[in-house]
């Protein structure tokens, strides 16, 4: 909760956790969508809350906390795992190869991902990457890179800092 205030800029950051869970719940349809889809219920309020994304996240991928997604209209997530502070925007696609659920992609730790981003295979993405928007990704990403374009390739190296 604390990161999407901060994100956001919100004023409610200081205020006590059931007030931000609230507000956070009634102003970030995003938020309300994660948070449904993490306790794995559609109570009878969820329409009060949440609207229809057309998203969809495999019940069967692991996410770390920290999740962050941006307008995540027409997203598809169906990976092997995907680690903490996964944040991503509208269009993303991240699957298997060849209707092969065995070939899904491995996404590591503080990944940032732009919009209309193709994610396919049985592929590593390393920690603190970003790629950007419109890129296809076919193959492995080196921790600490941002990369760009179809085929998606290394831009530009990151600071381990």
Known sequence: ????????????????????????????PEFAFLFFWRIKQKPWFYKLFAKNFNCKIFKSTPIGGGLMCYHPFGTVINAQSIGKNFQFRNGLTIGNKHNDNSLLPVIGDDVTVGAQVVIIGAINIGNHVVIGAGSVVVKDVPSHSVVAGNPAKVIRRLSHE
């Open 1 to 28: 909760m604390q990161q999407t205030l901060e994100v956001r800029g919100s004023e409610v950051a200081s205020a006590t956790p059931h007030k931000q869970f609230d507000h956070l719940m009634l102003y970030y």
